[in-house]
């Protein structure tokens, strides 16, 4: 069965309501080219009430963390036991992945009392998780390379994916020596992302992923609407073209990555 499309980071709960209910969008994808979503956490209790939502898609799959807001920071020892029991509590198989969590210093840095020591602290907190529970771990970094390749370089066990990859080729090639995948989401297809472009051609075939992060980051040409799994088609056609092989070569390579690092296969 040739692999088909896979949007390895999407959050379907915060999807707006357009001319079809999610679940009927979802419905859509996998009826065509589709083979799965990984839908992302962000709040320490958000896994039970997604898995309840989009538990009768069978070709999506789960991840729990904390995304670096001020109130998680401030919370963070308390919504870490939360996300822990969720983690547990989940059922087998469709939990794949810690996360998403990391920096970001873009709004933490611009903040008035913003705590960089507490957000860097909740990354560890949810590293260490990681590879408590021996799942890979979804990472956001933004504005913040060298910082966040200093903690992921101390958590050597912990494999993972610098999601919605923002940066150039010097930091593709020292996430990378840590061992982590670079997952490219809409921004690839954007007039002033050469830098991204130069990066998405510079790294290894093997260790490439792409993402929609739906509903943000709507690649050209829908840029300035909601995304949707579904537009992630655009980013791999360009990425198909950018690498030199057919859309099916890369839909293959990309199935065989998903499965390498998050331990799943899609249907």
């Not at 039970?48 to 109130?71: H, Q």
């Not at 799994?229 to 890369?250: F, K, N, Q």
Request: aromatic share 8%.
């Amino acid at each position: 069965m040739q692999a088909g499309f896979i949007d390895t980071h999407a959050h379907l709960s915060m999807l707006p309501p357009g001319a079809l209910p999610v679940d009927a969008v979802i419905s859509r994808l996998f009826q065509g080219d589709f083979s799965g979503i990984i839908d992302i956490g962000t709040e320490a209790e958000d896994l039970s009430r997604r898995l309840k939502a989009f538990t009768p898609f069978d070709r999506i799959r789960f991840s729990a963390g904390i995304w670096p807001s001020k109130e998680s920071i401030t919370e963070r020892e308390r919504l870490m036991r939360c996300l822990e029991q969720q983690i547990t509590a989940a059922p087998q198989g469709r939990l794949i992945a810690l996360g998403e969590c990391g920096l970001d210093r873009h709004h933490n840095r611009q903040e008035t009392g913003s705590d960089l020591k507490g957000e860097q602290e909740l990354l560890e907190l949810q590293l260490a998780l990681a590879q408590k529970h021996k799942l890979p771990i979804v990472i956001h970094s933004r504005e913040s390379a060298a910082e966040t390749w200093e903690i992921l370089s101390h958590y050597p066990a912990v494999q993972g994916v610098i999601h919605c990859f923002s940066y150039g080729i010097p930091e593709a090639r020292s996430f990378l020596q840590l061992g982590y995948y670079l997952s490219f989401a809409g921004t690839l297809t954007y007039k002033n992302a050469q830098a991204l472009r130069d990066a998405l051609q510079f790294i290894p075939l093997d260790r490439l992923l792409l993402e929609t992060d739906a509903p943000y980051l709507a690649p050209q040409p829908f840029r300035g609407k909601p995304s949707e799994p579904g537009m992630v088609a655009e980013t791999y056609r360009l990425a198909a073209v950018l690498r030199g092989i057919s859309l099916e070569a890369l839909q293959t390579a990309l199935a065989q990555n998903v499965s390498a690092l998050f331990k799943t296969q899609f249907a």
